[in-house]
């Protein structure tokens, strides 16, 4: 898995896995900058169980893993979103 803004731009709205842990993400939101090497992601997850923020390795089928930092932003109608944050 790539660490490249278009990576994820290609990705929006897929599902990632979360290595040992029963719950997906979908990449609700990227935010590219003036800067191509900094962006931020946006994830969906479910309502429960809610993650603490924490390093977590994200997994899709094709690609190769990828830890990455998340921070929960706070509950929706959906469930929680969660912020991760790249300045390669």
């Keep these: 898995m790539s660490t490249d803004v278009s990576y994820f731009q290609a990705r929006l709205g897929a599902e990632f896995s979360i290595a040992g842990c029963p719950l997906g993400l979908v990449l609700a939101e990227v935010a590219a900058s003036a800067n191509p090497q900094a962006f931020a992601l946006t994830f969906q997850g479910p309502a429960t169980p809610a ?38």
Aim: proline share 3%; no cysteine; charged share 15%.
């Design 51 to 88: 993650l603490e923020q924490q390093t977590v390795v994200l997994e899709r089928s094709g690609d190769a893993a990828l830890a990455i930092f998340i921070v929960p932003l706070g509950r929706n109608g959906a469930g929680v979103q969660y912020h991760a944050v790249f300045n390669n």
